[in-house]
């Protein structure tokens, strides 16, 4: 075996543990504060800054479990970046878009942390406390762009060298046509395509199953 070829091992190992771990420290965090439980984003700033007062301790451990996790998907990404150029033979639109968009989701959701974690810092008045809270959940549905980009610069790759997992592509597919709803939400003000509705916790399920399947068969020789 080859200093190169054990390199690659290396990256591939730490890509798996990434991902892995990347699914199962938000969805750790999830059994602090369930999504479900927070106040809707219709709900008036003055419930938003009562439920924050209730929950600051919880909310504080949880944002910093989803960092954590999210932070351990770029190194998920750059493994999956890296087959996918192995797969390819070389760099192309495809590989580089899967890198670029990867990068910029990972980027549009901590840019929605960092507005929860000002809210959780400290419980703000009620107007800003649901501009705060508006523009958490706004950030987290843009995040989806780039991640449809991302997943479908992946499938394209599996699809077009038949060298990875199909079920993996099938998956990625999947998830971003279940984005697009995301987009969806943010002009929609009721119901079930709303930011109010089950979508915001719907789709980040799919790209979590995912980002578990795919890392998983990062230590699987790619098909010849």
Do not use: C
Request: no cysteine; aromatic share 8%; charged share 10%.
């Amino acid at each position: 075996m080859t200093v190169a070829s054990r390199t690659d091992i290396r990256r591939i190992n730490a890509g798996v543990i990434a991902g892995v771990s990347g699914f199962l420290i938000p969805m750790a965090s999830n059994l602090l504060v369930p999504i479900w439980q927070m106040p809707s984003t219709s709900a008036p700033g003055s419930e938003v800054v009562r439920f924050v007062i209730d929950h600051q301790v919880a909310l504080r451990a949880t944002l910093v479990l989803d960092t954590v996790g999210v932070t351990l998907w770029m190194v998920f990404g750059g493994a999956v970046w890296l087959r996918l150029r192995r797969a390819s033979a070389s760099d192309t639109l495809a590989t580089s878009l899967f890198g670029v968009a990867f990068s910029g989701m990972i980027l549009l959701l901590m840019a929605g942390f960092t507005n929860s974690f000002v809210l959780a810092y400290r419980a703000p008045d009620p107007v800003t406390a649901r501009l705060l809270y508006d523009l958490t959940f706004a950030l987290l549905a843009m995040s989806a762009m780039p991640a449809i980009v991302a997943l479908g610069a992946y499938a394209a790759v599996v699809f077009t060298t038949k060298r990875l997992p199909r079920h993996t592509g099938d998956l990625a597919i999947l998830t971003a046509a279940a984005h697009v709803l995301l987009l969806v939400s943010l002009v929609t003000p009721r119901g079930i395509l709303s930011l109010e509705g089950p979508l915001i916790a719907v789709m980040p399920a799919l790209l979590f199953v995912w980002i578990l399947t795919t890392a998983l068969t990062l230590r699987r020789p790619q098909l010849a």
